[in-house]
């Protein structure tokens, strides 16, 4: 069962975008596209694993040991609080979008100009 | 886009997309199987270096803090870009009765338990020095300035949890988290100066690097942990307090 | 791969699939909330303490508090629209 993990970041990435292209709110929109987010940091970290490796805390235990590949933890952690942001950006959007065209279904946003 | 065309496009790209993924995934290793190069080598070397027992940290303040440099920057950004979007507009104005604190106040959140204020101030300064603790052992164990910094934005939130808004505002007022904000992704920027001026060499550490296990290891990443922490406090409390205000205390010009 | 990563996993995809099925945003904000801690639970299974620290942080206290607040808004704003409309 080596592939289990890539499948399932496959299986989120294509249900997350299901529930973008289908959504009739666009906060709704928004959390689907956490969940899109989230599948990636599963293949960055499944990528680093190593069969019984340790974690990269060398606090205790003897640096020969076995250890999991720090490199994309790193990438992952400043990942997941960047994303936070960018995700209350788009929400921001959403908000004044309301203001301007009183719903938030995504039909029926039109050009800013109308 | 209406729903029915968007409909259409995903029934015809997305079997494609999930047939290029699988295919893609289906080349890589099994999971387990660690073929990197940089890893091996991160791991032997990284203790006697840089003196620091948390490889994670190590990484992201000092071998390879210049990403961490493009992160802070995206941060900020970002929350600029929150602050500008949900600035208040010409036809906006601060709900009067709100400053009162009537009972009727949107801000005051009535159905707070009284289990809940209770506990909600001590909360509040037990998650700051929790947060503190953790942006400052960053090197050591498991921590550092991303995660610390969230947990320190959490203490002026508990005291909004209690049902108190206008206090928490009191906590954390506007002046001072947008200048936390400023001085983390400042002082990180520093950090690298320092660098190039006593080590000529941007970002590189250039303090006595100390002994493993001890607060003061590993030597300028301690410092750029508490930069990291203080910006990512501040973007987090500035986001929070403008999706706050705008939801609580705001409303159109001329409405009852 | 050991049990615990088995299980991590399972509980990762079961929860994913869950926050896009559900119809309200509301009671999204809550699943997702749910599906942060699956994700922690699986970091820690795969040996990555820090990231784990991260998530759990953010999927329960940083983006729910903005989704919520957001939401609030929406409806406040929707809530005073029917109003004035009523009043005309």
Known sequence: MGFLPYAIAAWLFVVGLWGIVVSRNLVRTVLCLTVVQSSTYLVLVGVGYRAGGKAPIVADIPVVERLVDPTVQVLVLTDIVIEATVTALLLALVVQAHKRFGSIDPADLRAISD | MTRRARLMLFAFAGPGLAAVLVIGFAGLPSFGDYHGVYGHVVTGIELAERHATDIVTALNFDIRAFDTLGEEIILFASVTGVALLLRPLREEEEDEDSEDGGQEAPHVFGGASDALRTISAPLAAFLVALGAYVVVHGTITPGGGFQGGVVLAAGPLAVFVGGRYLASRRLAPDWAVEAMDAAGAAGYVLMGIGGLVFASIFLKNFLPLGSPGHLLSGGFMPLNSIAVGLEVTGAFLLVWTEFLDQALVMREKGGS | ?88
Do not use: H
Request: aromatic share 6%; charged share 20%.
């Open chain 3, 1 to 88: 791969m050991t049990v615990v990563q088995w299980v991590a996993m399972i509980a990762v995809a079961l929860a994913g699939t869950a926050v896009v099925f559900v119809a309200d945003p509301l009671r999204q904000t809550l699943v997702l909330g749910i599906y942060g801690l699956s994700l922690t639970f699986m970091f820690f299974a795969l040996q990555a303490p820090d990231v784990a620290l991260s998530e759990i942080v953010v999927g329960s206290v940083g983006v729910p508090v903005i989704v919520l607040a957001a939401l609030r808004k929406i409806r406040s704003a929707d809530a005073r629209r029917e109003d004035r409309e009523e009043s005309e």
